[in-house]
Protein backbone atom coordinates (compact mmCIF):
# COMPACT_ATOMS: atom_id res chain seq x y z
CA UNK A 1 0.00 0.00 0.00
CA UNK A 2 1.10 3.62 -1.20
CA UNK A 3 2.09 5.47 2.09
CA UNK A 4 0.81 9.01 0.63
CA UNK A 5 -0.19 11.12 3.77
CA UNK A 6 0.63 14.67 4.84
CA UNK A 7 3.92 14.09 6.59
CA UNK A 8 7.16 15.92 6.85
CA UNK A 9 8.24 17.14 3.65
CA UNK A 10 11.58 18.70 2.64
CA UNK A 11 9.93 22.04 0.36
CA UNK A 12 7.07 24.11 1.00
CA UNK A 13 5.90 25.88 -1.86
CA UNK A 14 4.65 29.78 -1.40
CA UNK A 15 3.13 31.81 -3.90
CA UNK A 16 4.68 35.28 -5.02
CA UNK A 17 1.67 36.89 -3.28
CA UNK A 18 1.74 34.99 0.05
CA UNK A 19 5.26 35.53 0.56
CA UNK A 20 5.03 39.36 -0.39
CA UNK A 21 2.87 39.15 2.41
CA UNK A 22 4.49 37.11 4.95
CA UNK A 23 7.77 38.99 4.22
CA UNK A 24 6.47 42.30 4.79
CA UNK A 25 4.64 41.27 7.91
CA UNK A 26 8.06 39.55 9.42
CA UNK A 27 10.27 42.90 8.38
CA UNK A 28 7.31 45.11 9.85
CA UNK A 29 7.79 43.20 13.22
CA UNK A 30 11.52 43.05 13.69
CA UNK A 31 11.81 46.47 13.10
CA UNK A 32 8.98 47.51 15.30
CA UNK A 33 11.36 45.29 17.70
CA UNK A 34 14.27 47.65 16.91
CA UNK A 35 12.82 50.79 16.48
CA UNK A 36 16.32 51.90 18.54
CA UNK A 37 18.63 50.59 16.40
CA UNK A 38 16.27 51.79 13.13
CA UNK A 39 19.68 53.00 11.11
CA UNK A 40 21.67 50.21 11.72
CA UNK A 41 19.04 47.82 10.44
CA UNK A 42 17.96 49.66 7.45
CA UNK A 43 21.74 48.28 6.34
CA UNK A 44 20.65 45.12 4.10
CA UNK A 45 23.50 42.97 5.69
CA UNK A 46 22.71 43.80 8.93
CA UNK A 47 19.06 43.26 8.91
CA UNK A 48 18.98 40.02 7.88
CA UNK A 49 22.80 38.90 9.36
CA UNK A 50 25.05 37.76 6.76
CA UNK A 51 28.21 38.91 5.37
CA UNK A 52 30.26 42.37 7.19
CA UNK A 53 27.46 42.99 9.68
CA UNK A 54 27.61 43.21 13.60
CA UNK A 55 26.79 40.11 15.41
CA UNK A 56 26.60 42.01 18.57
CA UNK A 57 23.60 44.30 17.07
CA UNK A 58 20.25 42.93 16.25
CA UNK A 59 19.63 40.95 13.04
CA UNK A 60 16.85 38.99 11.64
CA UNK A 61 19.26 35.62 11.38
CA UNK A 62 19.91 35.50 15.13
CA UNK A 63 16.57 36.46 15.58
CA UNK A 64 15.23 33.13 14.06
CA UNK A 65 17.80 31.22 15.85
CA UNK A 66 16.83 31.79 18.90
CA UNK A 67 13.25 30.36 17.62
CA UNK A 68 14.37 27.42 16.46
CA UNK A 69 18.28 26.87 18.81
CA UNK A 70 19.40 25.67 15.30
CA UNK A 71 21.86 27.66 12.94
CA UNK A 72 20.06 30.08 10.53
CA UNK A 73 21.80 31.42 7.29
CA UNK A 74 20.62 35.16 7.19
CA UNK A 75 21.35 35.50 3.59
CA UNK A 76 18.69 32.35 2.61
CA UNK A 77 15.98 35.04 3.44
CA UNK A 78 17.50 38.05 1.60
CA UNK A 79 17.94 35.59 -1.36
CA UNK A 80 14.01 34.47 -1.29
CA UNK A 81 13.44 38.63 -1.50
CA UNK A 82 15.62 38.79 -4.23
CA UNK A 83 13.44 35.94 -6.06
CA UNK A 84 10.34 37.98 -5.27
CA UNK A 85 11.52 41.21 -6.66
CA UNK A 86 12.54 39.25 -9.59
CA UNK A 87 9.19 38.01 -10.39
CA UNK A 88 9.17 34.75 -9.52
CA UNK A 89 5.61 33.13 -9.04
CA UNK A 90 6.43 30.61 -6.34
CA UNK A 91 8.56 29.90 -4.00
CA UNK A 92 10.66 27.29 -2.29
CA UNK A 93 11.20 27.32 1.30
CA UNK A 94 13.43 24.53 2.87
CA UNK A 95 13.92 23.50 6.20
CA UNK A 96 13.26 25.40 9.48
CA UNK A 97 12.32 27.95 7.29
CA UNK A 98 8.85 26.31 6.56
CA UNK A 99 7.79 27.08 9.65
CA UNK A 100 10.06 29.12 11.94
CA UNK A 101 8.78 32.49 9.44
CA UNK A 102 5.21 31.76 10.46
CA UNK A 103 5.97 31.32 13.78
CA UNK A 104 7.77 34.45 14.30
CA UNK A 105 4.72 36.72 13.60
CA UNK A 106 2.28 34.63 15.38
CA UNK A 107 1.39 31.95 13.03
CA UNK A 108 1.45 27.76 13.19
CA UNK A 109 2.70 27.39 10.32
CA UNK A 110 1.54 28.10 6.10
CA UNK A 111 -2.23 26.98 6.33
CA UNK A 112 -2.75 28.87 9.82
CA UNK A 113 -0.92 32.04 7.68
CA UNK A 114 -2.97 31.46 4.12
CA UNK A 115 -6.44 31.12 6.05
CA UNK A 116 -5.88 34.21 8.72
CA UNK A 117 -4.11 36.31 6.47
CA UNK A 118 -4.91 36.22 2.48
CA UNK A 119 -7.90 37.99 1.93
CA UNK A 120 -8.12 37.69 -1.63
CA UNK A 121 -10.18 34.76 -2.46
CA UNK A 122 -8.02 33.63 -5.32
CA UNK A 123 -5.01 33.77 -3.71
CA UNK A 124 -6.11 32.09 -0.71
CA UNK A 125 -7.48 29.29 -3.35
CA UNK A 126 -4.41 28.66 -5.28
CA UNK A 127 -1.92 28.82 -2.05
CA UNK A 128 -4.27 26.33 -0.65
CA UNK A 129 -4.34 24.10 -3.69
CA UNK A 130 -0.24 24.17 -3.88
CA UNK A 131 -0.55 22.84 0.14
CA UNK A 132 -2.66 20.12 -1.17
CA UNK A 133 -0.91 19.02 -3.82
CA UNK A 134 2.39 19.27 -1.73
CA UNK A 135 0.58 17.18 0.93
CA UNK A 136 0.52 14.14 -1.44
CA UNK A 137 3.71 14.22 -2.27
CA UNK A 138 4.78 10.20 -1.23
CA UNK A 139 7.88 9.75 1.32
CA UNK A 140 9.61 6.95 2.27
CA UNK A 141 11.14 5.82 5.75
CA UNK A 142 13.85 3.56 5.93
CA UNK A 143 16.30 2.25 8.62
CA UNK A 144 20.44 2.19 7.42
CA UNK A 145 23.04 -0.28 8.50
CA UNK A 146 26.34 0.08 8.54
CA UNK A 147 29.25 -0.81 10.83
CA UNK A 148 30.63 2.11 13.26
CA UNK A 149 33.33 3.06 14.74
CA UNK A 150 32.78 1.30 17.45
CA UNK A 151 33.20 -2.16 15.98
CA UNK A 152 29.30 -2.87 15.98
CA UNK A 153 26.59 -2.35 13.99
CA UNK A 154 24.81 1.16 13.81
CA UNK A 155 21.53 2.11 12.46
CA UNK A 156 20.26 5.60 10.80
CA UNK A 157 16.90 6.68 10.57
CA UNK A 158 16.33 7.71 6.94
CA UNK A 159 13.10 9.85 5.05
CA UNK A 160 13.12 9.75 1.94
CA UNK A 161 11.58 13.28 0.72
CA UNK A 162 10.23 15.31 -2.50
CA UNK A 163 10.19 12.16 -4.75
CA UNK A 164 13.79 10.95 -3.96
CA UNK A 165 15.41 14.29 -4.11
CA UNK A 166 16.02 14.92 -0.65
CA UNK A 167 16.98 12.55 2.42
CA UNK A 168 17.00 13.20 5.95
CA UNK A 169 19.78 11.32 8.23
CA UNK A 170 19.43 10.54 12.45
CA UNK A 171 22.24 8.38 13.06
CA UNK A 172 21.84 6.64 16.58
CA UNK A 173 24.75 5.85 18.53
CA UNK A 174 23.38 3.83 21.83
CA UNK A 175 24.54 5.23 25.14
CA UNK A 176 24.76 3.06 28.40
CA UNK A 177 21.66 5.04 29.95
CA UNK A 178 19.58 3.32 27.28
CA UNK A 179 19.21 6.69 25.73
CA UNK A 180 20.33 7.74 21.84
CA UNK A 181 23.46 10.37 20.54
CA UNK A 182 22.18 11.61 17.70
CA UNK A 183 24.10 12.96 14.62
CA UNK A 184 21.78 14.91 12.12
CA UNK A 185 22.43 14.77 8.19
CA UNK A 186 20.63 15.90 4.79
CA UNK A 187 21.06 14.66 1.62
CA UNK A 188 20.65 15.69 -1.68
CA UNK A 189 20.01 12.74 -4.27
CA UNK A 190 20.49 12.20 -8.15
CA UNK A 191 20.14 8.98 -9.82
CA UNK A 192 21.79 7.79 -12.98
CA UNK A 193 19.79 4.72 -14.25
CA UNK A 194 19.78 2.08 -12.01
CA UNK A 195 21.89 3.78 -9.56
CA UNK A 196 21.45 6.46 -6.64
CA UNK A 197 24.01 8.82 -5.20
CA UNK A 198 23.04 10.73 -2.10
CA UNK A 199 25.93 13.55 -1.54
CA UNK A 200 25.11 14.30 2.35
CA UNK A 201 25.67 17.65 3.89
CA UNK A 202 26.47 17.60 8.34
CA UNK A 203 26.33 20.70 11.07
CA UNK A 204 29.45 21.93 12.10
CA UNK A 205 30.33 24.89 13.36
CA UNK A 206 27.34 26.61 12.64
CA UNK A 207 27.03 25.88 9.26
CA UNK A 208 26.41 23.14 6.99
CA UNK A 209 29.63 21.42 5.57
CA UNK A 210 29.92 18.37 3.41
CA UNK A 211 29.61 15.02 5.04
CA UNK A 212 30.07 12.15 2.16
CA UNK A 213 28.32 10.08 -0.25
CA UNK A 214 25.93 6.94 -0.11
CA UNK A 215 25.52 5.06 -3.47
CA UNK A 216 22.87 2.79 -4.15
CA UNK A 217 22.03 0.46 -6.57
CA UNK A 218 18.11 1.06 -7.24
CA UNK A 219 17.24 -1.08 -10.49
CA UNK A 220 14.96 -0.19 -12.95
CA UNK A 221 11.74 0.17 -11.44
CA UNK A 222 11.08 3.03 -8.94
CA UNK A 223 13.28 3.26 -5.68
CA UNK A 224 9.86 3.22 -3.47
CA UNK A 225 8.76 -0.88 -3.84
CA UNK A 226 12.53 -1.85 -2.98
CA UNK A 227 12.07 -3.55 0.41
CA UNK A 228 16.00 -3.64 0.53
CA UNK A 229 18.83 -1.32 -1.03
CA UNK A 230 22.27 -2.52 -0.84
CA UNK A 231 25.47 0.07 -1.37
CA UNK A 232 28.47 1.65 -0.25
CA UNK A 233 29.48 4.60 1.95
CA UNK A 234 32.20 7.44 2.52
CA UNK A 235 32.41 9.81 4.66
CA UNK A 236 34.15 10.88 8.06
CA UNK A 237 33.52 8.88 11.26
CA UNK A 238 33.17 10.86 14.64
CA UNK A 239 36.87 10.65 14.88
CA UNK A 240 37.81 12.54 12.17
CA UNK A 241 39.17 9.95 9.86
CA UNK A 242 38.42 9.31 6.04
CA UNK A 243 35.90 5.60 6.34
CA UNK A 244 34.05 3.35 3.66
CA UNK A 245 32.15 0.38 3.70
CA UNK A 246 28.45 -1.63 2.57
CA UNK A 247 25.36 -0.12 3.86
CA UNK A 248 21.76 -1.46 3.87
CA UNK A 249 18.78 0.22 3.27
CA UNK A 250 15.69 -1.57 4.82
CA UNK A 251 12.22 -0.06 3.95
CA UNK A 252 9.68 0.32 6.86
CA UNK A 253 5.95 1.07 6.54
CA UNK A 254 5.64 3.98 8.29
CA UNK A 255 7.40 6.54 10.33
CA UNK A 256 6.65 4.78 13.59
CA UNK A 257 7.80 1.75 12.23
CA UNK A 258 10.88 3.07 11.62
CA UNK A 259 11.51 4.45 14.78
CA UNK A 260 10.67 1.55 16.49
CA UNK A 261 13.52 -0.67 14.58
CA UNK A 262 16.09 1.74 14.97
CA UNK A 263 16.09 2.44 18.52
CA UNK A 264 15.61 -1.34 19.57
CA UNK A 265 19.41 -2.82 20.71
CA UNK A 266 18.50 -5.91 18.45
CA UNK A 267 20.69 -6.56 14.94
CA UNK A 268 18.65 -8.09 13.16
CA UNK A 269 20.79 -11.74 12.39
CA UNK A 270 20.69 -10.76 8.12
CA UNK A 271 22.27 -7.04 8.68
CA UNK A 272 24.46 -8.64 11.18
CA UNK A 273 26.33 -11.01 9.17
CA UNK A 274 26.30 -9.05 6.13
CA UNK A 275 28.16 -5.89 7.73
CA UNK A 276 30.11 -7.02 10.68
CA UNK A 277 34.22 -6.15 9.77
CA UNK A 278 33.02 -4.49 6.54
CA UNK A 279 34.74 -1.42 6.84
CA UNK A 280 37.68 0.93 6.05
CA UNK A 281 39.51 3.25 7.87
CA UNK A 282 42.49 5.47 7.13
CA UNK A 283 44.18 7.30 9.72
CA UNK A 284 44.48 10.58 9.96
CA UNK A 285 48.23 11.15 8.66
CA UNK A 286 50.44 12.43 5.99
CA UNK A 287 52.81 9.60 4.84
CA UNK A 288 56.57 11.36 4.54
CA UNK A 289 57.76 7.59 3.09
CA UNK A 290 56.55 4.28 2.07
CA UNK A 291 57.31 3.18 5.78
CA UNK A 292 54.73 5.44 7.03
CA UNK A 293 51.55 4.41 5.52
CA UNK A 294 50.10 1.98 8.06
CA UNK A 295 51.17 0.27 11.32
CA UNK A 296 52.44 -2.85 9.07
CA UNK A 297 54.04 -0.80 6.02
CA UNK A 298 57.56 -2.06 7.38
CA UNK A 299 56.45 -5.68 6.68
CA UNK A 300 56.30 -4.97 2.71
CA UNK A 301 60.27 -6.02 2.17
CA UNK A 302 58.93 -9.35 3.65
CA UNK A 303 55.33 -9.10 1.07
CA UNK A 304 56.93 -8.62 -1.77
CA UNK A 305 58.75 -12.11 -1.55
CA UNK A 306 55.51 -13.64 -1.66
CA UNK A 307 54.71 -13.91 -5.70
CA UNK A 308 55.79 -17.15 -6.92
CA UNK A 309 54.22 -20.71 -7.92
CA UNK A 310 53.51 -22.62 -4.42
CA UNK A 311 52.79 -26.21 -4.37
CA UNK A 312 50.22 -27.43 -1.32
CA UNK A 313 50.85 -31.35 0.07
CA UNK A 314 48.65 -31.38 2.90
CA UNK A 315 48.56 -34.39 5.44
CA UNK A 316 46.58 -35.56 8.45
CA UNK A 317 47.98 -37.99 10.92
CA UNK A 318 50.75 -38.57 8.68
CA UNK A 319 48.19 -39.60 5.79
CA UNK A 320 48.71 -38.25 2.42
CA UNK A 321 45.38 -35.85 1.33
CA UNK A 322 46.42 -34.29 -1.68
CA UNK A 323 48.35 -31.61 -3.37
CA UNK A 324 47.24 -27.86 -4.80
CA UNK A 325 49.12 -25.73 -6.63
CA UNK A 326 48.70 -22.26 -7.59
CA UNK A 327 50.59 -18.89 -8.58
CA UNK A 328 50.80 -15.34 -7.41
CA UNK A 329 51.91 -12.80 -9.95
CA UNK A 330 55.03 -10.77 -9.20
CA UNK A 331 53.72 -7.50 -10.99
CA UNK A 332 49.96 -7.74 -9.95
CA UNK A 333 49.77 -10.21 -7.06
CA UNK A 334 46.52 -11.67 -8.16
CA UNK A 335 46.36 -15.36 -7.26
CA UNK A 336 45.67 -18.08 -9.62
CA UNK A 337 45.01 -21.55 -9.77
CA UNK A 338 47.92 -24.33 -11.46
CA UNK A 339 45.91 -27.56 -10.57
CA UNK A 340 43.49 -28.30 -13.26
CA UNK A 341 39.78 -28.23 -12.87
CA UNK A 342 40.13 -26.21 -9.70
CA UNK A 343 38.79 -22.62 -9.67
CA UNK A 344 39.90 -20.02 -6.71
CA UNK A 345 36.26 -17.99 -5.84
CA UNK A 346 37.89 -16.44 -3.37
CA UNK A 347 41.23 -15.75 -2.20
CA UNK A 348 43.47 -14.06 0.59
CA UNK A 349 46.90 -14.02 1.74
CA UNK A 350 48.60 -11.54 4.01
CA UNK A 351 51.47 -10.81 6.59
CA UNK A 352 50.26 -11.11 10.45
CA UNK A 353 51.76 -11.46 13.71
CA UNK A 354 54.71 -8.47 13.33
CA UNK A 355 55.17 -9.46 9.49
CA UNK A 356 56.51 -13.08 10.57
CA UNK A 357 53.33 -15.33 9.30
CA UNK A 358 51.84 -15.45 6.23
CA UNK A 359 48.22 -16.71 6.14
CA UNK A 360 46.32 -18.07 3.37
CA UNK A 361 42.89 -17.82 3.01
CA UNK A 362 41.39 -19.82 -0.14
CA UNK A 363 37.58 -20.89 -1.06
CA UNK A 364 37.63 -23.39 -4.24
CA UNK A 365 35.31 -25.02 -6.29
CA UNK A 366 35.64 -27.66 -9.30
CA UNK A 367 37.76 -31.34 -8.90
CA UNK A 368 38.78 -30.10 -5.64
CA UNK A 369 39.24 -32.39 -2.26
CA UNK A 370 38.38 -29.58 -0.07
CA UNK A 371 36.45 -26.39 -0.11
CA UNK A 372 37.71 -23.70 1.84
CA UNK A 373 41.70 -24.24 3.27
CA UNK A 374 43.58 -21.47 5.73
CA UNK A 375 47.21 -22.25 5.82
CA UNK A 376 49.53 -20.62 8.44
CA UNK A 377 53.54 -20.52 7.15
CA UNK A 378 56.49 -18.68 8.40
CA UNK A 379 58.16 -15.80 6.56
CA UNK A 380 61.36 -16.65 7.46
CA UNK A 381 61.17 -19.52 4.83
CA UNK A 382 60.72 -17.32 2.54
CA UNK A 383 63.36 -14.80 3.77
CA UNK A 384 66.19 -17.57 3.97
CA UNK A 385 65.19 -18.80 0.34
CA UNK A 386 64.49 -22.10 2.04
CA UNK A 387 63.28 -25.45 -0.10
CA UNK A 388 61.86 -27.06 3.13
CA UNK A 389 58.99 -25.32 4.62
CA UNK A 390 56.36 -26.54 6.85
CA UNK A 391 53.26 -25.17 8.49
CA UNK A 392 50.00 -26.03 9.31
CA UNK A 393 46.13 -25.91 7.68
CA UNK A 394 42.55 -26.28 8.24
CA UNK A 395 39.17 -26.27 6.61
CA UNK A 396 36.60 -27.74 4.73
CA UNK A 397 36.53 -31.22 2.62
CA UNK A 398 34.10 -31.46 -0.01
CA UNK A 399 31.79 -33.39 2.28
CA UNK A 400 32.31 -30.49 4.57
CA UNK A 401 34.32 -32.43 7.43
CA UNK A 402 36.57 -30.24 9.48
CA UNK A 403 40.24 -31.53 8.49
CA UNK A 404 43.59 -29.96 9.91
CA UNK A 405 46.72 -31.29 10.08
CA UNK A 406 50.50 -30.37 8.42
CA UNK A 407 51.27 -28.57 4.86
CA UNK A 408 54.23 -28.85 3.23
CA UNK A 409 55.14 -26.76 1.14
CA UNK A 410 57.14 -26.21 -2.57
CA UNK A 411 58.10 -22.43 -3.32
CA UNK A 412 59.57 -21.23 -6.30
CA UNK A 413 59.90 -17.74 -6.36
CA UNK A 414 59.87 -15.42 -9.36
CA UNK A 415 63.01 -14.84 -11.34
CA UNK A 416 64.70 -11.50 -11.02
CA UNK A 417 64.38 -9.06 -13.88
Known amino acids: MKN ?68 INGKYLYDKQR ?4 GKPVLKLNGYY ?6 YIGYEGIVDFTKKVIKEEQEKARQ ?42 TYLYPLKNGTFKKFLASGTAKRRAD ?53 IFEK ?28 IENDGIIPNSTFDISSKSPYSITYDKIPGNYTFTLFQEEKLLGDFQFSIHSDTYKLASLTEGVLIVKDNFELIQNGSVIHFSLQLTGIAFFTRLE ?12 ADIRGVF ?24
Not at 132 to 144: A, G, I, P, R, T
Request: net charge positive; charged share 20%.
Open 375 to 386: VFIKTYYLNKGS
Open 4 to 71: RKNVENNTLLVTGYCFKILLAMILKQFKEEHKENAAVIGRVTQLYGFGNYNANLPSLGQTLEKLTGEF
Open 98 to 103: KTVLFQ
Open 195 to 247: ILHVRTKTLMDGRMIDGGEDILYVGHTEPGTNAFMLGVFSAFDINNRVVAGKI
Open 128 to 169: LALIQNDSLEQNFFYVCYYYGEFKEVVKCQVVVLNNWKNLQY
Open 394 to 417: SGLDIENRLINGAVQVIYKPCLAK
Open 252 to 279: CDSKAEMIAKSTTLKIPAYIAQELRNVR
Open 83 to 86: ELQM
